[in-house]
């Protein structure tokens, strides 16, 4: 059974910091592009950002370029999204979310994507 956890949510100041996890079982982790996507209230769920799973390379949403860093550990079967300076637009519920297509092509759209978790909640406050 396939299982992606997110943890490390909440509640942070404009221009404060957060760092989510994503903990992943159930499938060969280091052969999957992982992703983040975020859903705020009344809006479609948007990209973030994704790290392939070879390399590793990396893919930012303009929105977030420069305030993000995703990274992973394959022996940890997880994958991090530093978040800095956010700011009230950041809030959302945060995704992460797995792609088996072992390709060179990194997806930016939700529906693509294999496997989610269940969500944490990023709320910053202005």
Do not use: H
């Amino acid at each position: 059974q396939v299982e992606l956890v997110e943890s490390g949510g909440g509640l942070v100041q404009s221009g404060g910091s957060l760092r989510l996890s994503c903990a992943v079982s159930g499938l060969l982790f280091s052969t999957y592009t992982m992703a983040w996507f975020r859903q705020a209230p009344g809006k479609e769920r948007e990209f973030v950002t994704a790290i392939s799973w070879n390399g590793p390379r990396t893919y930012y949403a303009d929105s977030v370029k420069g305030r993000f860093t995703i990274s992973r550990n394959n022996p940890k079967n997880t994958v991090y999204l530093q978040m800095n300076s956010l700011k009230p637009e950041d809030t959302a519920v945060y995704y992460c979310a797995a792609d088996r297509a072992r390709d060179t092509v990194i997806r930016s759209t939700w529906s693509l994507y294999d496997y989610w978790g269940q969500g944490t909640q990023v709320t910053v406050s202005s």
